[in-house]
């Protein structure tokens, strides 16, 4: 049971436009939303996150989106820029049994074209 | 963040030997964890690793096959023992600071498995 879905594996954009990563989620007690970016050969470095209060944080280039009702979030890359090529990986955490549990997306590897 | 040093970063193993890795993070933090990327897939985490004591798996990973030490708040082992091709994968040490960064978990460079 994939509790947290990236639908599309791959997702190409070319250099100065925007790229729109999607997620999302079945579970509603999930209440921290978090997106990283891997590079071949390196573990996860996280990008931005965002709690359940909110429906938008922002930080520079990167926005990200909540929409609980629909249990989605997106990640929002303006402008794209070609070292943003790598792969995504949105994440959902939830308080279980006293610690938090990061659930982890099957990612999309986006590639921006210079 | 704190920064997370693994070893080995790398390795190529003989089917049915065991290997540790090792995971060293610069500042005491409140939560260890052990995840795994196999090829194409996403990252799934294998157990929390718990400060002196036993480790809490999740569903599909027991403790004869992958066990955990956490002797202290910075340092943590994971062993895949009896190894076989299906646990050629990435093995990636993580940890959250509530206290310091909050809801967030960073990761450590990751250990290249491939068992032959």
């Known amino acids: 049971d994939q509790q947290v879905k990236q639908n599309s594996p791959s997702l190409s954009v070319q250099e100065g436009r925007i790229s729109i990563l999607n997620c999302d989620y079945t579970?509603?007690?999930?209440?921290?939303f978090l997106w990283y970016k891997k590079y071949p050969a390196e573990g996860p470095t996280f990008l931005i996150s965002?709690?359940?209060?909110?429906d938008k944080n922002e930080d520079g280039r990167f926005t990200v989106f909540l929409n609980k009702s629909a249990k989605h979030l997106s990640l929002h890359i303006v402008p794209s820029q070609p070292g943003d090529s790598a792969v995504y990986f949105c994440a959902a955490s939830a308080l279980n049994s006293g610690t938090y549990k990061y659930i982890f997306g099957t990612g999309t590897r986006l590639k921006v074209l210079a | 963040s704190a920064v997370i040093s693994q070893k080995p970063s790398r390795d190529i193993c003989q089917r049915g030997t065991s290997l540790t890795i090792q995971c060293q993070v610069d500042s005491q933090v409140t939560m260890m964890f052990w995840y795994r990327q196999q090829p194409g897939q996403s990252l799934t985490l294998i157990a929390t690793a718990n400060q002196g004591s036993e480790a809490t798996y999740e569903s599909g990973f027991v403790i004869d096959k992958f066990p955990i030490s956490r002797p202290n708040l910075t340092f943590s082992t994971l062993t895949v023992s009896n190894m076989s091709p299906e646990d050629s994968s990435i093995y990636l040490c993580?940890?959250?600071?509530?206290?310091?960064?909050?809801?967030?978990?960073?990761f450590g460079e990751g250990s290249w498995l491939t068992v032959v």
């Open positions: 579970n509603s007690m999930f209440d921290y």
């Open positions: 993580s940890v959250e600071d509530l206290l310091r960064t909050g809801n967030t978990i960073y």
């Open positions: 965002i709690s359940s209060i909110k």
